[in-house]
């Protein structure tokens, strides 16, 4: 992985264990708007993307009455409320992060909204270590499209070349290698031969400090 200049770290997955809290509050939605066991979503098709992907699939097939963003805000409140309850960062990431900000800039680049980004990072109090903060919101295309990572590597003036991002889902590893980036899998959430296209896959945070330092 070196040299290198900078390193972006994906979010949901990497920094907090909160893809099965995306995936409760979206069964919990669901339920409510009646599709407990019609809803058709097989939540790992969407790790990595954002939780716009999932509803208009869903709506595409269900043609449910409420407005995309009622149904957004449904699951945003209940996942809110989950994360707040469980606090499930991972306990290891901390370490890592303040590290490598001792070392040069770092970005958070992932597919939840800000709202969300912020919540996450108020947990884990890893805010002011992160030079840039990207949401999918802030890009025309989420991944597995690079432009998360263009971007943040834009904030960060650093070139596209230089940057090594830590993900964990399949669509996050296709993004950071379409961004022309080299890329760290780590298997918090797929196991790693769903991870064969990153540069190199990982089991936990002090073996991707071992790469990096």
């Known amino acids: 992985m070196k040299p290198y200049s900078a390193v972006i770290f994906d979010m949901d997955g990497v920094i907090v264990n909160s ?32 939780d716009q992907a999932v509803w208009i699939d869903f709506i595409g097939a269900h043609r449910p009455p409420h407005p ?15 994360l707040r309850a469980e606090r499930p960062i991972f306990p290891a990431v901390s370490e890592l992060v303040i590290a490598l900000a001792s070392r040069g800039p770092i970005a ?9 980004i912020s919540a996450v990072l108020d947990l884990c109090g890893l805010r002011p270590h992160f030079r840039a903060v990207v949401s999918a919101d802030d890009v025309p295309r989420g ?28 669509a996050g590893v296709a993004a950071g290698r379409a961004a022309g980036m080299k890329v760290i899998g780590i298997t918090n959430s797929v196991p790693a031969d769903k991870l064969r296209e990153a540069d190199a896959t990982v089991a936990g945070y002090p073996a991707i400090q071992a790469m990096l330092f």
Not at 146 to 163: H, M, N, T
Request: hydrophobic share 40%; charged share 25%.
């Open 19 to 50: 893809e099965p809290l995306h995936e409760r509050a979206f069964l919990e939605t669901f339920a409510q708007i009646g599709h407990a066991d019609s809803h058709g979503i097989h939540f790992p098709d969407y790790y990595g993307r954002s």
């Open 68 to 82: 995309l963003a009622e149904l957004s805000r449904m699951k945003q409140e209940r996942f809110l409320n989950l």
């Open 108 to 116: 958070l680049a992932s597919g939840s909204n800000h709202t969300v």
């Open 143 to 170: 991944k597995p499209a690079p432009d998360i990572f263009l971007r943040s590597a834009e904030l960060l003036g650093v070139a596209q070349a230089e940057c090594v991002v830590i993900e964990d889902s399949v």
